[in-house]
C-alpha cells in the first residue's frame, strides 16, 4: 500500500540543476520525515538529504550541502530536490525513502531515477 515513486531524473551538463520528484501514497504523508539517497555503480548507498514535517527541518550531506534543497508540499504528499550545480560525481540512481507502516519503523523506497552528469 504505501508507494514511492520518483521522477524528473536525466542527463545534465555538469553546473546544471534538476529538481528531483517523489509521489508518496499509502501513509500519512504529512508527520512522516522524507529523506533522499544515492548509490552511484559500485558504491555505498549514501544519505543525500532528510526533511521532517510538520516542521521542516532539514539535514544534508557533506557532499551536497550549499547546493542541494530538500522541500516537501504536504498538500500533494510529494518531496523534492533541487539539486544546483551539479558534478559528475552526483551521478548516481536517487531513491525516495520513507519509515512508515504499522508502527512507523518500515523503510520504504521507491524504485529511483537515474541522474547523469556528463558533458
Known amino acids: 500500500q504505501v508507494q514511492l515513486v520518483e521522477s524528473g531524473g536525466g542527463l545534465v551538463q555538469p553546473g546544471g540543476s534538476l529538481r528531483l520528484s517523489c509521489a508518496a501514497s499509502?501513509?500519512?504523508?504529512?508527520?512522516?520525515?522524507m529523506r533522499w539517497y544515492r548509490q552511484a555503480p559500485g558504491k555505498e548507498r549514501e544519505l543525500v538529504a532528510t526533511i521532517t514535517s510538520p516542521i521542516r527541518f532539514t539535514n544534508y550531506g557533506d557532499s551536497v550541502k550549499g547546493r542541494f534543497t530538500i522541500s516537501r508540499d504536504n498538500a500533494k504528499n510529494t518531496v523534492y530536490l533541487q539539486m544546483n550545480l551539479l558534478k559528475p560525481e552526483d551521478t548516481a540512481v536517487y531513491y525516495c525513502n520513507a519509515r512508515a507502516g504499522s508502527d512507523s519503523r518500515t523503510d520504504y523506497w521507491g524504485q529511483g531515477t537515474q541522474v547523469t552528469v556528463s558533458s
Open positions: 499509502g501513509f500519512t504523508f504529512s508527520t512522516t520525515a
